[in-house]
């Protein structure tokens, strides 16, 4: 396992050195290294505190990964949707190889990373992701309409309320890569071409 400087490896543009990692977050970074073929660099970014970086990955995981009816796609795609409102490097390169990995289509990757509204989209992705980039740029017009065109689209209160957390989520992390210049692992942007 690789547990050089985040600097060393021109991950963030703040000289943060890597914490002293305990066992079960050296297990982790082993885990995506055999999984993913690389240790994402924004786990990297976060090792100089491990409490931060516990905590980032623990929401991540459950956001993006855990149970919900929304699938592993439908939450990428709003990752990217929102990261593209944010005009988010890292994000729009990292998610957008998982869009494309996930649905198969380097051509839908492409189209959620420019403008999702160029996509042929069912209406409820549509009715998704026009509502969580409404949530990016105009939280204060979030209103009970919006919400019941979620519901008519087919998503239940547990789904809304997803949406939101993912679309929330992808905002505040977009901020901190932009805020540090993180940059991407160099692998994502050959991934499912």
């Not at 050296?26 to 240790?39: H, M, N, R, V, W």
């Not at 959620?112 to 740029?137: C, G, I």
């Not at 901020?175 to 160099?186: E, L, S």
């Amino acid at each position: 396992m690789d547990t050089t400087n985040a600097e060393d490896e021109g991950v963030i543009a703040l000289d943060l050195p890597m914490a002293e990692l305990s066992d079960d977050t050296k297990a982790y970074f082993d885990k995506c290294q055999e999984k993913l073929g690389l240790i994402p660099n924004v786990l990297k970014a976060y090792a100089f505190d491990e409490a931060k970086l516990r905590a980032f990955s623990t929401f991540y995981n459950d956001l993006m990964l855990g149970p919900s009816g929304l699938s592993k796609l439908e939450r990428e795609m709003i990752a990217v949707a929102v990261s593209s409102q944010n005009h988010c490097y890292y994000c729009l390169t990292a998610h957008g190889a998982a869009v494309r990995e996930l649905s198969g289509s380097p051509e839908l990757g492409e189209q959620m990373v420019m403008n999702y509204r160029a996509a042929e989209l069912s209406e409820r992705h549509r009715a998704m992701l026009d509502f969580a980039v409404l949530l990016t740029e105009r939280p204060d017009d979030v209103d009970d309409a919006d919400r019941e065109g979620l519901r008519d689209a087919g998503f239940s209160e547990r789904d809304i309320w997803d949406i939101a957390a993912v679309a929330a989520f992808f905002n505040m992390t977009n901020r901190v890569a932009a805020a540090t210049d993180m940059r991407p692992n160099a692998e994502y942007h050959s991934q499912a071409r």
